[in-house]
């Protein structure tokens, strides 16, 4: 009687510790596509947040050169009314629209 006791304990352990190494076989497996998949999304998310970085950086810029151009055309017409009004002659000046604010 102890003996098959003492067998279906052994079993049992044996049965226990193989369970145990198999959960542990494949618990790396799952870590490693758990973070493949959370690496892929940090990804999305960081070129997602480039993407929009790099659309303020172009909208500041666009916005900038029309500035620049604005002030090179006012400065042009500016220029042509002094010359003009120093020759007593008269002058048509470039009409910049006004942006409705």
Do not use: H
Request: glycine share 2%; proline share 2%; hydrophobic share 40%.
């Amino acid at each position: 009687m102890k003996i098959k006791i003492a067998i279906f304990f052994v079993a049992a352990a044996t049965i226990l510790i193989a369970c145990y190494g198999a959960i542990a076989q494949e618990a790396p497996k799952m870590n490693k596509e758990e973070n493949a998949r959370i690496d892929s999304l940090a990804i999305a998310y960081k070129l997602n947040d480039k993407r929009e970085k790099l659309n303020i950086e172009k909208k500041r810029l666009i916005t900038k050169q029309k500035e620049k151009a604005d002030s090179k055309l006012k400065a042009k017409d500016a220029n042509r009314l002094s010359s003009a009004e120093r020759k007593g002659r008269k002058v048509r000046v470039n009409a910049i629209a006004e942006k409705p604010k």
